[in-house]
T-cell receptor, first 114, second 109 residues
Framework: ETGVTQSPTHLIKTRGQQVTLRCSSQSGHNTVSWYQQALGQGPQFIFQYYREEENGRGNFPPRFSGLQFPNYSSELNVNALELDDSALYLC?????????????FGPGTRLTVT | KNEVEQSPQNLTAQEGEFITINCSYSVGISALHWLQQHPGGGIVSLFMLSSGKKKHGRLIATINIQEKHSSLHITASHPRDSAVYICAADWGTGNQFYFGTGTSLTVIP
């Protein structure tokens, strides 16, 4: 059974550019959640995908968008990058959405926007 | 407003000490999660509970629904327990987890 993986590990982008982060779910999991964690803060929920459909969204602007593929892997896309987007981006997979399912986190992608 | 607060923010303990980290939340929840985050970012889920108490090895998590409060206890602490411990609440709406800001624990040999 493989765990949750994310790529790339680190990324440096310039303000205004676009970025795509990738997440591969744990085997058998159909739900992926994405989180942004600024330095010294707890993670903030961006959105969740369940069976390729968005299944909940936090307080993030539309330039944060996502996709989930038939194999349940997922992408987080951020357009028009801002300096405040610099953070650790975490994805977590689970067997379903909601409170009753334990989430398994990936190692994260550290994004730096200059 | 859905809020999650943790205390203390930072904690330093001697090896072997009993440690308690507290988490309180503003309104009733569907589930409360305790997570461990090591330097570098990796997060591991420790417990998910909606009532009572759970134990795993030296870790114990309790929740008091009436008081909207949960605690994470570590018995016989060890330097390898050094990490950030985060509680996260799920109110069962929009599948959104609300995270506390974390408690940074350092256990000194």
């Amino acid at each position: 059974e493989t765990g949750v993986t994310q790529s790339p590990t680190h990324l440096i982008k310039t303000r205004g550019q676009q970025v795509t982060l990738r997440c591969s779910s744990q085997s058998g999991h159909n739900t992926v959640s994405w989180y942004q964690q600024a330095l010294g803060q707890g993670p903030q929920f961006i959105f969740q995908y369940y069976r390729e459909e968005e299944n909940g969204r936090g307080n993030f602007p539309p330039r944060f968008s996502g996709l989930q593929f038939p194999n349940y892997s997922s992408e987080l896309n951020v357009n028009a990058l801002e300096l405040d987007d610099s953070a650790l981006y975490l994805c977590a997979s689970s067997l379903g959405g909601g409170a009753t399912y334990e989430q398994y986190f990936g190692p994260g992608t550290r994004l730096t926007v200059t | 407003k859905n809020e999650v607060e943790q205390s203390p923010q930072n904690l330093t303990a001697q090896e072997g000490e009993f440690i308690t980290i507290n988490c309180s939340y503003s309104v009733g929840i569907s589930a409360l999660h305790w997570l461990q985050q090591h330097p570098g970012g990796g997060i591991v889920s420790l417990f998910m509970l909606s009532s009572g108490k759970k134990k795993h090895g030296r870790l114990i998590a309790t929740i008091n629904i009436q008081e909207k409060h949960s605690s994470l206890h570590i018995t016989a602490s060890h330097p390898r327990d050094s990490a950030v411990y985060i509680c996260a609440a799920d109110w069962g709406t929009g599948n959104q987890f609300y995270f506390g800001t974390g408690t940074s624990l350092t256990v000194i040999p």
